[in-house]
Every structure is written in structure tokens, then in C-alpha cells.
């Protein structure tokens, strides 16, 4: 009967042993990692000794530009005001003239421009956007296609210019998408 009594014992303790619950919750629960937004670095235009600008779109049919400014250290432009920006009007390259010096490929130009240190009025607009170093330009009254013979302009161009007080960046002529 013993044997009996401590086979019983022996199940009951390992009933309890194995249906036992763990109340004690031993997980480890991490706080949530925070992230600083990176640090933008950015710098005043009148205090940058270069200038690089990325264009970043364009509307050939408006003119309306988007593009990015950075100094040589790789740091954001802010503050720009004063600019000189060229619309240029194309024929199709591939049309045939019937012009004598039709090597002379012709062109027609639309400008803008602003110089604060003047008493002159700015034309056109410059904002800079939410997003530091990258501004927009909305040419206003654009009209390449009156200058020219109708549906002659076929191919668009912009010429962009940049100037702070020590620096301009390099003008060069970027083909704008239709």
C-alpha cells in the first residue's frame, strides 16, 4: 500500500509541477529607440564660397523649376535671392530649313532676373521650399512660342544662375523635359 500511496504522491506532484503557469512575465521589453532627425547642415548663400545647383525638374510648357543649391562642403543653400535664369526656344533639330544659313541655328530667349542691391524689381519668383537648399521659380508670362513662327519651338533649354556674395555657381544649359 506504500508503494501505492507514493506512486499516487509522486503523480499528483507531477501534475502540479507540469500544469503549473508562469505568472511571472520574464520578458524583457525594450523602450522604443528614438531616432533623431539627422542634423541638416546648411549655410547662409552670402557665406558660401561655392555653389553647385542640381536641377531637379522642370515644366518646359511654364517654365516652373525646382532645383537644389550646395556649397563645396556638401551643405545645404538657404537664403538665395538673387538670380539670372534663360529661357531658350529650339527648332527640331531634325526639321530641314529652308533658310540660306540655316547652320546658324536660330533661337529665341526669355530672361529673368533679380539683383536685391538694386532699386530694380525682380522678375519672376524664387521660394525657397520646405526642404532646405531646394528652392522653386515660377517664370511668369513665359511665352517662348510667341517670339517664333507658330509651333516652330520645339526644344527648350533653361540657363541657371545663382549668386551670393562671394560666389555664383557655373551656368550651364540643361534641356528641359516636355
Not at 503549473?20 to 546648411?42: I, M
Not at 531646394?134 to 517664333?148: M, N, P, S, V
Request: net charge negative.
Amino acid at each position: 500500500m506504500k508503494v501505492k500511496l507514493l506512486s499516487a504522491m509522486l503523480a499528483s506532484s507531477m501534475l502540479l509541477l507540469g500544469c503549473g503557469s508562469d505568472d511571472d512575465n520574464n520578458d524583457v521589453t525594450e523602450p522604443p529607440v528614438v531616432v533623431p532627425p539627422p542634423v541638416e547642415e546648411v549655410i547662409d548663400i552670402d557665406e558660401a564660397s561655392t555653389i553647385a545647383m542640381s536641377l531637379d525638374s522642370v515644366d518646359a510648357a511654364t517654365g516652373a523649376l525646382t532645383f537644389s543649391l550646395k556649397d563645396g562642403d556638401n551643405k545645404a543653400i538657404t537664403k538665395a535671392t538673387d538670380y539670372d535664369i534663360f529661357y531658350f526656344g529650339y527648332p527640331d533639330p531634325a526639321s530641314p530649313s529652308t533658310k540660306a544659313k540655316a547652320w546658324k541655328r536660330w533661337h529665341v530667349t526669355q530672361g529673368y532676373k533679380c539683383d536685391t542691391s538694386t532699386d530694380e524689381e525682380c522678375v519672376g519668383i524664387l521660394t525657397e521650399t520646405a526642404t532646405k537648399g531646394q528652392y522653386t521659380f515660377d517664370a511668369i508670362d513665359l511665352d517662348l512660342e510667341g517670339k517664333a513662327a507658330a509651333g516652330a519651338v520645339a526644344l527648350y533649354k533653361v540657363a541657371i544662375q545663382i549668386h551670393g556674395a562671394q560666389a555664383s555657381n557655373e551656368i550651364e544649359l540643361i534641356a528641359a523635359e516636355e
